[in-house]
């Protein structure tokens, strides 16, 4: 995997993060757009989270991408023109899955599954650079957040709209399987909704992360016997975030009866389960895909009161250069980290 030398710029141009092509990243030199289309704001990036997605177009990995692509869709930024009620400097989130607005899901208000989406970073070129333009609707204000508290936001939606989607209460057993960013937001937010919380994953150390930085206690490794003592009869919800065929398809005798198993990664394989396994316990099996403004919500306020660390969840903070000299790098070691936040 390789990067490029940033080219000199002029007044009017900015660096734009872009995966030429799989294992080619450069720092490509763009214009500064100057004005926004109709019903959109210009915003100058203020932090940049860098998640699985990035690193798989990295790797070659993701089955929804044209190169060469700008990456970057975990985004904070500050507003540089007046506009579309959205004063100047102001700090927002942005939402970076732009719908269409028409299809039946969007008129069901239930745009983060749009039949039309286009997330930035992947259908379309992302916020790893100077300044974008971006739909006002997608813009929420991030009052009383840091730039990259709310660069922190988009992910740990994804997870906390994973649990309003699975309906559990307090009290509930829960098991997240994939330990990492996503599945650290859901186990986060079982927590805040009351749940007893169990993580699985294949990384003693990953797991070990989990206990040293949240205080999550009910670990298991992959292989080592689980449905045994008082755990006999499984979990009230089980949340998969693995990104792992087999990995989900273990996930199923781990419902307890009544139960439900809310599928938060995606994968291009088929996933199959026993039918009758399925049947008696009436599972509920749920898809869960992106996140809604309520989610984006929870979550600053979850930040906001301290509710959730956003620095136990903070890696480490890069500027444009070093994350280009180090993104290979990053990922080949994910096992430890967290969330690398770039500063563009």
């Known amino acids: 995997m390789t990067t490029e030398t940033a080219p000199v710029l002029s007044s009017a141009t900015m660096l734009s993060g872009t995966c030429l092509e799989p294992g080619r990243f450069a720092l490509v030199e763009r214009e500064v757009p100057q004005v926004a289309p109709p019903g959109h704001v210009l915003v100058d990036i203020a932090a940049v989270g860098i998640c699985g997605t990035d690193y798989h177009i990295l790797e070659g990995k993701h ?15 500050t507003v540089a023109e007046a506009a579309e009620g959205w004063a100047k400097g102001q700090l927002v989130v942005i939402n970076p899955y732009i719908a269409c607005g ?11 599954c749009c039949q039309r989406i286009e997330v930035l970073g992947v259908h379309r ?14 813009l929420y204000a991030a009052d009383g957040l840091s730039p990259i508290q709310a660069a922190m936001v988009e992910f740990l939606a994804i997870g906390a709209h994973a649990v309003r989607r699975s309906g559990l209460g307090p009290g509930d057993r829960v098991l997240v399987t994939g330990v990492g960013p ?36 009910r670990t298991h490794l992959v292989g080592q016997p689980l449905l045994s003592g008082e755990l006999v009869d499984g979990f009230d919800a089980v949340f998969d975030a693995t990104g792992n065929a087999r990995a989900i398809e273990a996930g ?16 291009r394989d088929a996933i199959t389960f026993e039918d009758p396994e399925f049947h008696k316990r009436e599972m509920r099996l749920i898809g869960s895909r ?13 930040l906001r009161s301290g509710a959730v660390d956003s620095g136990a969840l903070c890696s480490e903070v890069l ?16 096992t430890t980290l967290i969330k690398a936040i770039v500063r563009p």
């Open 63 to 77: 089955p929804y991408l044209a190169y060469p692509r700008v990456i970057g869709h975990e985004l904070s930024a």
């Open 102 to 112: 028409a299809c039946r899901a969007c008129r069901r208000g239930k745009p983060n």
């Open 125 to 138: 070129d992302g916020g790893l650079c100077g300044r974008i333009a971006v739909p006002a609707g997608n």
């Open 182 to 217: 996503i599945g650290l937001g859901a186990a986060l937010f079982a927590r805040l909704a009351g749940a007893e919380v169990h993580l699985l994953d294949v990384s003693a150390e990953r797991l070990a992360l989990a206990t040293a930085r949240f205080g999550f206690e």
């Open 252 to 267: 199923f005798p781990l419902v307890a009866h009544g139960g439900s198993y809310v599928l938060v990664s995606v994968v």
């Open 290 to 302: 992106n996140a809604l403004k309520e989610d984006f919500d929870q979550v600053m306020e979850a």
């Open 319 to 334: 500027d444009l250069a070093e994350f280009a000299d180090r993104f290979a790098q990053l990922a080949q070691n994910r």
